[in-house]
């Protein structure tokens, strides 16, 4: 079992920056990939950024691909999620889901334990 707790969201403005942290309890977060997936207003789920067990691998949305990164600290059990250059249109629930799938995924599906989320709002 892994419970995940998002913190770091709150409301910035167009072009600014913010840093979402996921934390992980549990012993198996090294074992576990990780993703960002978000939701606005009246739309459907939606995949952010997922990042391999190790590290070493990233995938991105093509929204956000070049201002989204992602990075984790397998012995702080955290991943993170930096946005740079925010859009009013990245305003979102943003969610981190934990995977047992080998390789990273971009489907919502493979994803096993998900967080509570955390509110993003960019204005214009």
């Known amino acids: 079992q892994v419970q995940l707790v998002e913190s770091g969201g709150g409301l910035v403005q167009a072009g600014g920056s913010l840093r979402l942290s996921c934390a992980a309890s549990g012993r198996t977060f090294s074992s576990n990939t990780m993703g960002w997936f978000r939701q606005a207003p009246g739309k459907e789920r939606e995949f952010v950024i997922a990042i391999s067990r190790s590290g070493r691998t990233t995938y991105y949305a093509g929204s956000v691909k070049g201002r989204f990164t992602i990075s984790r600290d397998n012995a702080k059990n955290t991943v993170y999620l930096q946005m740079n250059m925010l859009k009013p249109e990245d305003t979102a629930v943003y969610s981190c889901?934990?995977?047992?799938?080998?390789?990273?995924?971009?489907?919502?599906?493979?994803?096993?334990?998900w967080g509570q989320g955390t509110q993003v709002t960019v204005s214009p």
């Open positions: 889901a934990a995977s047992e799938n080998i390789y990273a995924s971009r489907t919502e599906t493979d994803y096993t334990y």
